[in-house]
């Protein structure tokens, strides 16, 4: 991630081209231009501009348990020293796929998608407690996934 900058400046055209995509990724450009009122390459010009700059990325999002990964937690992790030096070790480890630096009871969540429960047993073990500065973890496991969505908009 990149330090805090200003914020990019979309306009109305970039924002609607945004909300279609996370509308629908596989949206086609010329859907999305006849929805926004530019041509189809005006579109897929603007898109490689909003995805090169890191404004936004078109990902496909997959259901880790139709993909044998049946244990999935969010661990919260209390860190003696440089925060950022142990998410850096947490973001580097392949079972890992979402950290964040806190303020309150955690230093830093990492979200961890494992096969099962003895994997995540070894990841906590092996891999995350044995990471310098990792003073505590708490993990908390998930039963269930209510809800996840990307399509906040640009507000």
């Known amino acids: 991630m990149s330090p805090i900058s200003k914020p990019a400046q979309l306009d109305d055209v970039s924002k609607a081209i945004i909300e279609q995509l996370q509308a629908d ?4 450009y010329a859907e999305i231009g006849k929805a926004v009122g530019l041509s189809e390459a005006a579109v ?10 890191g404004v936004m990325q078109v990902v496909a999002v997959t259901d880790p348990m139709q993909l044998g990964f049946y244990r999935q ?3 919260g992790v209390r860190v003696t020293g440089d925060t950022t030096e142990v ?10 796929d979402y950290v964040v630096l806190t303020a309150g009871s955690f230093d830093i969540l990492a979200e961890v998608v494992c096969e099962n429960d003895q994997d995540l047993i070894e990841l906590l073990n092996k891999e995350i407690r044995s990471i310098p500065g990792v003073q505590s973890t708490e993990t908390f496991v998930y039963l269930k996934l209510q809800k996840q969505f990307y399509n906040w908009g640009t507000r």
Do not use: C, F
């Open 25 to 28: 990724g596989r949206r086609s």
């Open 87 to 96: 998410s850096e070790r947490l973001a580097s480890i392949p079972a890992v």
């Open 73 to 75: 937690a969010m661990i």
């Open 44 to 53: 897929r010009q603007r898109v490689q501009k909003l995805t090169d700059s």
